[in-house]
């Protein structure tokens, strides 16, 4: 049950309204006043009880005026009949309309698979390529550890030589000196000539 208060239904709805409702109706009862209209047009749609200056009113069908609403459908006054189609309103199909569906589906089919067995090829090329690209890879970086492993023995081997020819060469600076001495000798022999 709704209640509405007689003097604020009577502010919500303008004359133009309250006429409309009435002549929908069918009933132009002016003496019987605004109540009399209100009444008789909601009376249409649902029960409507008074007591005292309360106004009770029960909509019929409300859950479908609530769908109607909530679509944007409430200036509508009749209520649309659902649509049923008998065999004779269904056109009959054209036979050569299926056969060029179906063509056409194939078709489709066929380049679907065309195109999946390319992307397919495509991307067993690409995996290939990768992996070549990573063998790659490994195959360089191994290579330059091998190198560099060479470069550290060969530069150990080297500074091996090394220590080799400075230790080799010590009897050689004792050499030096007496080469020094002998010299030195000979100078003051050759002073000691002139």
Do not use: W
């Not at 029960?58 to 649309?80: C, F, M, W, Y």
């Amino acid at each position: 049950m709704i209640p509405l208060d007689r003097t604020s239904g009577a502010r919500l709805l303008d004359s133009r309204s309250l006429d409309g409702i009435s002549q929908a109706c069918g009933t132009a009862r002016v003496q019987e006043g605004r109540r009399a209209t209100i009444s008789s047009a909601l009376e249409l749609e649902g029960t409507v009880s008074h007591e005292g200056d309360l106004t009770h009113f029960v909509a019929n069908n409300l859950q479908l005026k609530i769908k109607l609403s909530s679509r944007g459908s409430l200036d509508e006054s009749e209520t649309p009949a659902p649509l049923r189609l008998k065999a004779a309103d269904i056109p009959p199909i054209d036979p050569q309309v299926l056969a060029n569906l179906e063509a056409v589906a194939r078709d489709v089919a066929q380049k679907v698979d065309q195109m999946l067995r390319s992307l397919n090829a495509t991307i067993q090329n690409m995996t290939a390529l990768s992996v070549g690209y990573i063998q790659t890879y490994r195959d360089a970086v191994d290579s330059l550890g091998e190198s560099v492993d060479m470069s550290i023995k060969g530069m150990y081997t080297l500074m091996a030589r090394c220590e080799e020819l400075d230790r080799s060469m010590l009897p050689i600076h004792t050499l030096a000196k007496q080469i020094r001495e002998v010299k030195r000798t000979l100078e003051v022999f050759e002073t000691l000539c002139k």
